[in-house]
């Protein structure tokens, strides 16, 4: 009940741009989608009308796991890593359906937010529900350490668990475009990110790998999976951090971390 009594009432007031009448109508809806999908088991979308930090949007809930996503960006602010008026170029990695590229968009107002995802369902709603935010641009491809093709593995525990990682509970895959980062900042013009952010369920790994990774921003925020490498090395990594001041927390699921560094 921890939903209907504390989450739903906090992401109404978060989306409500401080209008009255936009909370009430928040909650309206979103007690409307509560009831639907998790109480009378009936698959519906519902889309809010949201105001986060002056970012205007229609964001429409698909799955009950949106209420897991939300939580985690915008109440929990996960993510909340030296946001500023100063970033300029934000990469998210990961971008799943827009959560994370509204929060950028919200909290870093002079910055453009590079949202990529590889996932053609996923992608879709992350045009749909960030289509109005100007400073948001949006690439449907994977990001690797080298550009062309790749396998996007499909996992049966929702979109969220999508990996060019071979893992446990996969029911498929499907060809998705791959392009590297160096490839995408030649390609916008970009010298050096503010900001990257990546939680890409393992394919972090390959871009571990890249020796300019973490020359490619001043700030790294992200989830590391170490539960899907076994031979992850953390001395190692460590040992790319020699110019960043970083902490690194356990999260909640087993054997992941979550990375916050910054240039020295």
């Not at 799955?63 to 602010?77: H, M, Q, R």
């Not at 968009?105 to 996923?122: K, L």
């Not at 400073?135 to 491809?141: A, L, R």
């Not at 446990?168 to 895959?173: M, R, S, V």
């Amino acid at each position: 009940m921890k939903i209907f009594f504390i989450i739903i009432p906090q992401l109404s007031l978060i989306f409500s741009g401080k209008s009255l009448s936009s909370l009430f109508a928040l909650l309206i809806k979103f007690y409307k989608f509560y009831l639907y999908k998790r109480i009378l088991k009936i698959d519906v979308e519902v889309t809010l009308d949201i105001e986060y930090r002056g970012c205007k949007t229609n964001f429409t809930l698909v799955n009950y796991l949106d209420f897991s996503v939300l939580t985690e960006v915008f109440i929990n602010e996960e993510y909340n890593y030296f946001i500023s008026e100063e970033l300029v170029s934000i990469l998210d990695l990961g971008a799943h359906v827009g959560d994370s590229a509204i929060f950028y968009a919200g909290g870093c107002p002079n910055s453009t937010v590079y949202a990529v995802e590889p996932f053609p369902d996923s992608y879709a709603r992350l045009v749909d529900n960030t289509k109005t935010i100007p400073n948001i641009k949006t690439f449907k491809c994977a990001i690797g350490a080298t550009g062309g093709k790749t396998m996007l593995n499909l996992h049966n525990g929702g979109t969220l668990g999508n990996s060019t990682l071979d893992r446990e509970g996969d029911t498929g895959h499907i060809e998705v475009k791959k392009m590297s980062i160096k490839e995408l900042m030649n390609q916008e013009g970009i010298i050096k990110f503010s900001l990257i952010k990546f939680d890409i369920e393992g394919s972090e790994f390959e871009l571990f790998e890249d020796p300019d990774f973490f020359n490619y921003a001043d700030i790294y925020v992200g989830e590391v999976h170490t539960d899907l490498n076994p031979n992850f090395n953390f001395e190692r990594f460590k040992s790319k951090l020699k110019n960043f001041n970083f902490e690194y927390v356990s999260m909640k699921r087993r054997g992941r971390f979550l990375l916050k560094a910054v240039r020295i």
